[in-house]
Each structure stands twice: as structure tokens, then as C-alpha cells.
């Protein structure tokens, strides 16, 4: 079984910086692509960013590109999500995902945390 549990939410000035940490724990981390998702309230769960096994490949959305970095600690079995120069419309819950295989841009993942709230007050 594959426990992920995401921390490092909180409220944040527009123009902040967060990071966002994703501790996997079970099977082996390096078996799985990792991804982030947000869902903000009366939307539907979005992707964020992904991340291969390896930490070789990665993925954006085109709204945070340029801003947001996922990578990831195999040693430490943990993802992160840094964001930077962040909007209020970057506002709410982030969670993380994996899956075997390599990453993709849907929400075919296999396991998920609970999620972590962003807040970006204006």
C-alpha cells in the first residue's frame, strides 16, 4: 500500500513562495512518476505538474509554467512543488499523486494524498 501525505500549505501574499512537500511511503518511490494536482472550490481537480521516475522529465500547466518547479528526493522518498511569484488564483487545495509507468497530464493516477490548502490572499 502507498501512503503519499502532502504539508507546506498555508496563507500567502500574491507575489509569495511556497513549498510544497508530498512524503510517499510503501513501495518503492522510484518506481513511481509523481504528479501535483489543485482543485479549487466549484472546479474541477486540475493538473499542476509532473515528474518522472528519475526526475528527468517534467510537465507543466501552461498557467504555471515559468513559475512553479516540481522535483523530487528519491532517497527521501518525497515530491515538492516550489511556487513562486504566486496569484490568487493559484488559491486552492494541492494534491500529490503517483503512478507506475511515466507521468501524464490526467488524473490517471494510481494513489493520492489527502491534499494540502493554498491560500493566496490578494
Known sequence: QVQLVESGGRLVQAGGS???SCAVSGRTFSSYAMGWFRQAPGKEREFVAAIGRWGITTYYADSVKGRFTISRDNS?????LQMNSLKFEDTA???CASRGGGPVL?????YWGQ????TVSS
Do not use: A, F, N, P
Request: proline share 0%; no cysteine.
Open 93 to 95: 487545495v494541492y494534491y
Open 76 to 80: 527521501k522518498k518525497t515530491v515538492y
Open 115 to 118: 491534499g494540502t490548502q493554498v
Open 18 to 20: 511556497l513549498r510544497l
Open 106 to 110: 490526467t488524473t490517471d493516477y494510481s
